[in-house]
Antibody, heavy 118, light 110 residues
Framework: QVQLVESGGGVVQPGESLRLSCAAS????????IHWVRQAPGKGLEWVAFIHIDGTSKSHADSVKGRFTISRDSSKSTLFLQMTSLRAEDTAVYHCVKDGGYYSFDYWGQGTLVTVSS | QTVVTQEPSFSVSPGGTVTLTCGLTSGSVSTNHYPSWYQQTPGQAPRTLIYSTNTRSSGVPDRFSGSILGNKAALTITGAQADDESDYCCVLYVGSGIWVFGGGTKLTVL
Protein backbone atom coordinates (compact mmCIF):
# COMPACT_ATOMS: atom_id res chain seq x y z
CA GLN A 1 0.00 0.00 0.00
CA VAL A 2 1.04 3.62 -0.34
CA GLN A 3 3.44 4.75 2.35
CA LEU A 4 5.27 8.00 2.88
CA VAL A 5 7.86 8.17 5.65
CA GLU A 6 9.52 11.46 6.51
CA SER A 7 12.86 11.87 8.23
CA GLY A 8 15.50 14.49 8.89
CA GLY A 9 13.73 16.66 11.41
CA GLY A 10 15.40 17.94 14.52
CA VAL A 11 16.35 20.99 16.56
CA VAL A 12 18.32 23.72 14.82
CA GLN A 13 19.21 27.33 15.55
CA PRO A 14 17.80 30.29 13.60
CA GLY A 15 19.66 30.80 10.36
CA GLU A 16 20.74 27.17 10.04
CA SER A 17 19.81 24.67 7.35
CA LEU A 18 18.16 21.26 7.34
CA ARG A 19 17.20 18.75 4.68
CA LEU A 20 14.08 16.66 5.08
CA SER A 21 13.59 13.39 3.23
CA CYS A 22 10.45 11.44 2.38
CA ALA A 23 10.69 7.79 1.37
CA ALA A 24 7.83 6.72 -0.87
CA SER A 25 6.65 3.17 -1.39
CA UNK A 26 3.63 1.45 -2.87
CA UNK A 27 3.55 3.73 -5.90
CA UNK A 28 5.91 5.15 -8.51
CA UNK A 29 7.16 8.50 -7.29
CA UNK A 30 7.81 9.80 -10.79
CA UNK A 31 4.18 9.23 -11.75
CA UNK A 32 2.71 11.64 -9.23
CA UNK A 33 3.13 15.14 -7.94
CA ILE A 34 4.12 15.43 -4.29
CA HIS A 35 3.60 18.19 -1.73
CA TRP A 36 5.13 19.26 1.53
CA VAL A 37 2.59 20.51 4.07
CA ARG A 38 3.46 21.69 7.58
CA GLN A 39 1.62 22.21 10.83
CA ALA A 40 2.97 24.45 13.55
CA PRO A 41 2.19 23.46 17.15
CA GLY A 42 -1.45 24.20 17.88
CA LYS A 43 -1.99 25.70 14.44
CA GLY A 44 -3.63 24.68 11.18
CA LEU A 45 -2.11 23.10 8.12
CA GLU A 46 0.01 25.19 5.76
CA TRP A 47 0.91 24.19 2.21
CA VAL A 48 4.66 24.60 1.67
CA ALA A 49 5.74 23.27 -1.72
CA PHE A 50 4.81 21.08 -4.70
CA ILE A 51 6.79 19.22 -7.30
CA HIS A 52 4.99 18.32 -10.48
CA ILE A 53 4.91 14.88 -12.04
CA ASP A 54 7.48 16.08 -14.57
CA GLY A 55 9.96 16.67 -11.75
CA THR A 56 10.99 20.07 -13.03
CA SER A 57 7.94 22.23 -12.37
CA LYS A 58 7.98 23.33 -8.75
CA SER A 59 6.11 25.85 -6.63
CA HIS A 60 6.66 27.18 -3.13
CA ALA A 61 4.56 29.19 -0.69
CA ASP A 62 5.52 32.84 -0.36
CA SER A 63 6.45 32.23 3.29
CA VAL A 64 9.31 29.92 2.24
CA LYS A 65 10.14 31.08 -1.29
CA GLY A 66 13.85 31.64 -1.72
CA ARG A 67 14.66 29.67 1.43
CA PHE A 68 13.15 26.20 0.83
CA THR A 69 13.54 24.01 -2.24
CA ILE A 70 11.61 20.86 -3.08
CA SER A 71 13.27 18.15 -5.15
CA ARG A 72 13.11 14.43 -5.74
CA ASP A 73 15.29 11.47 -6.66
CA SER A 74 12.95 9.16 -8.52
CA SER A 75 15.56 6.43 -8.76
CA LYS A 76 15.56 6.26 -4.97
CA SER A 77 11.82 6.96 -4.57
CA THR A 78 12.73 9.83 -2.29
CA LEU A 79 11.48 13.40 -2.00
CA PHE A 80 13.46 16.16 -0.35
CA LEU A 81 12.88 19.57 1.19
CA GLN A 82 16.03 21.63 1.53
CA MET A 83 15.45 24.32 4.13
CA THR A 84 17.86 27.22 4.62
CA SER A 85 17.84 30.40 6.71
CA LEU A 86 15.43 28.76 9.14
CA ARG A 87 13.32 30.94 11.39
CA ALA A 88 11.43 30.30 14.60
CA GLU A 89 8.17 30.45 12.66
CA ASP A 90 9.29 27.46 10.57
CA THR A 91 8.88 25.26 13.66
CA ALA A 92 6.32 22.65 12.65
CA VAL A 93 5.65 19.04 11.80
CA TYR A 94 6.41 18.62 8.11
CA HIS A 95 4.36 16.10 6.13
CA CYS A 96 4.98 14.86 2.63
CA VAL A 97 1.74 14.26 0.81
CA LYS A 98 0.97 12.48 -2.44
CA ASP A 99 -1.04 14.54 -4.89
CA GLY A 100 -4.46 13.02 -5.36
CA GLY A 101 -5.32 14.65 -8.66
CA TYR A 102 -7.98 17.32 -9.06
CA TYR A 103 -5.71 19.62 -7.02
CA SER A 104 -6.18 17.53 -3.89
CA PHE A 105 -4.04 15.60 -1.42
CA ASP A 106 -4.56 11.92 -0.79
CA TYR A 107 -1.89 9.99 1.14
CA TRP A 108 -0.15 11.72 4.01
CA GLY A 109 3.00 10.77 5.86
CA GLN A 110 3.03 10.97 9.66
CA GLY A 111 5.46 13.86 9.54
CA THR A 112 8.80 14.89 11.00
CA LEU A 113 9.20 17.64 13.60
CA VAL A 114 11.43 20.61 12.91
CA THR A 115 12.16 22.92 15.83
CA VAL A 116 13.98 26.19 15.24
CA SER A 117 15.14 27.64 18.53
CA SER A 118 18.14 29.37 20.00
CA GLN B 1 -2.07 37.48 0.03
CA THR B 2 -4.87 34.94 -0.22
CA VAL B 3 -6.56 34.08 3.07
CA VAL B 4 -8.98 31.16 3.38
CA THR B 5 -11.54 31.46 6.15
CA GLN B 6 -13.25 28.78 8.22
CA GLU B 7 -15.33 28.89 11.37
CA PRO B 8 -12.93 28.31 14.31
CA SER B 9 -15.40 26.02 16.03
CA PHE B 10 -18.83 24.47 15.61
CA SER B 11 -20.98 22.10 17.58
CA VAL B 12 -23.64 19.65 16.52
CA SER B 13 -25.90 17.24 18.36
CA PRO B 14 -25.59 13.52 17.68
CA GLY B 15 -27.76 12.74 14.68
CA GLY B 16 -27.89 16.34 13.64
CA THR B 17 -26.73 18.10 10.51
CA VAL B 18 -23.95 20.65 10.35
CA THR B 19 -22.49 22.67 7.50
CA LEU B 20 -18.95 23.96 7.71
CA THR B 21 -17.83 26.63 5.25
CA CYS B 22 -14.65 27.64 3.49
CA GLY B 23 -14.41 31.16 2.10
CA LEU B 24 -12.04 33.81 0.85
CA THR B 25 -11.45 37.19 2.47
CA SER B 26 -11.42 38.58 -1.04
CA GLY B 27 -13.67 37.11 -3.68
CA SER B 28 -15.84 34.04 -4.02
CA VAL B 29 -14.96 30.37 -3.90
CA SER B 30 -15.90 28.50 -7.06
CA THR B 31 -15.40 25.03 -8.47
CA ASN B 32 -12.29 26.44 -10.18
CA HIS B 33 -10.65 26.47 -6.76
CA TYR B 34 -11.17 22.69 -6.55
CA PRO B 35 -12.03 22.87 -2.84
CA SER B 36 -11.12 19.78 -0.83
CA TRP B 37 -11.79 18.83 2.77
CA TYR B 38 -9.74 16.90 5.31
CA GLN B 39 -10.50 15.44 8.72
CA GLN B 40 -7.76 15.46 11.33
CA THR B 41 -7.72 13.93 14.78
CA PRO B 42 -4.93 14.73 17.25
CA GLY B 43 -1.74 12.86 16.55
CA GLN B 44 -3.00 11.48 13.25
CA ALA B 45 -2.29 12.43 9.68
CA PRO B 46 -5.21 14.13 7.91
CA ARG B 47 -7.76 11.99 6.10
CA THR B 48 -9.16 13.12 2.76
CA LEU B 49 -12.95 13.46 2.80
CA ILE B 50 -13.95 15.44 -0.26
CA TYR B 51 -12.07 16.65 -3.34
CA SER B 52 -12.98 18.70 -6.39
CA THR B 53 -15.85 20.37 -4.50
CA ASN B 54 -18.12 17.36 -4.06
CA THR B 55 -16.39 14.06 -4.80
CA ARG B 56 -16.10 11.75 -1.80
CA SER B 57 -12.79 10.04 -1.31
CA SER B 58 -12.76 6.26 -1.27
CA GLY B 59 -14.30 4.83 1.89
CA VAL B 60 -15.84 8.07 3.12
CA PRO B 61 -19.42 7.61 4.32
CA ASP B 62 -22.13 9.32 2.31
CA ARG B 63 -23.15 11.37 5.33
CA PHE B 64 -20.29 13.65 4.26
CA SER B 65 -21.00 15.85 1.26
CA GLY B 66 -19.41 18.86 -0.38
CA SER B 67 -20.88 21.75 -2.30
CA ILE B 68 -20.66 25.42 -3.15
CA LEU B 69 -23.08 27.47 -1.04
CA GLY B 70 -23.28 31.07 -2.12
CA ASN B 71 -19.72 32.33 -2.32
CA LYS B 72 -18.17 29.59 -0.17
CA ALA B 73 -17.33 25.92 -0.31
CA ALA B 74 -19.25 23.84 2.19
CA LEU B 75 -18.89 20.52 3.95
CA THR B 76 -22.13 19.08 5.26
CA ILE B 77 -22.30 16.23 7.75
CA THR B 78 -25.73 14.64 7.92
CA GLY B 79 -26.52 12.43 10.90
CA ALA B 80 -23.44 13.39 12.89
CA GLN B 81 -21.84 10.66 14.98
CA ALA B 82 -19.63 10.89 18.03
CA ASP B 83 -16.54 9.90 16.10
CA ASP B 84 -17.07 12.82 13.72
CA GLU B 85 -15.70 15.02 16.49
CA SER B 86 -12.48 16.23 14.84
CA ASP B 87 -10.81 19.16 13.18
CA TYR B 88 -11.92 19.81 9.61
CA CYS B 89 -9.75 21.70 7.19
CA CYS B 90 -10.37 22.92 3.67
CA VAL B 91 -7.84 23.83 1.02
CA LEU B 92 -8.25 25.83 -2.17
CA TYR B 93 -6.14 25.82 -5.30
CA VAL B 94 -5.57 29.49 -6.15
CA GLY B 95 -3.66 29.03 -9.38
CA SER B 96 -0.01 29.14 -10.48
CA GLY B 97 0.76 25.98 -8.54
CA ILE B 98 -0.28 27.48 -5.20
CA TRP B 99 -2.62 25.97 -2.60
CA VAL B 100 -3.95 27.71 0.51
CA PHE B 101 -5.35 25.96 3.59
CA GLY B 102 -8.00 27.40 5.83
CA GLY B 103 -7.37 27.64 9.54
CA GLY B 104 -9.57 24.65 10.30
CA THR B 105 -12.83 24.14 12.22
CA LYS B 106 -12.94 22.23 15.48
CA LEU B 107 -16.20 20.26 15.46
CA THR B 108 -17.73 19.12 18.73
CA VAL B 109 -20.48 16.52 18.79
CA LEU B 110 -22.56 16.87 21.96
Amino acid sequence: QVQLVESGGGVVQPGESLRLSCAASGFTLSSYGIHWVRQAPGKGLEWVAFIHIDGTSKSHADSVKGRFTISRDSSKSTLFLQMTSLRAEDTAVYHCVKDGGYYSFDYWGQGTLVTVSS
Amino acid sequence: QTVVTQEPSFSVSPGGTVTLTCGLTSGSVSTNHYPSWYQQTPGQAPRTLIYSTNTRSSGVPDRFSGSILGNKAALTITGAQADDESDYCCVLYVGSGIWVFGGGTKLTVL
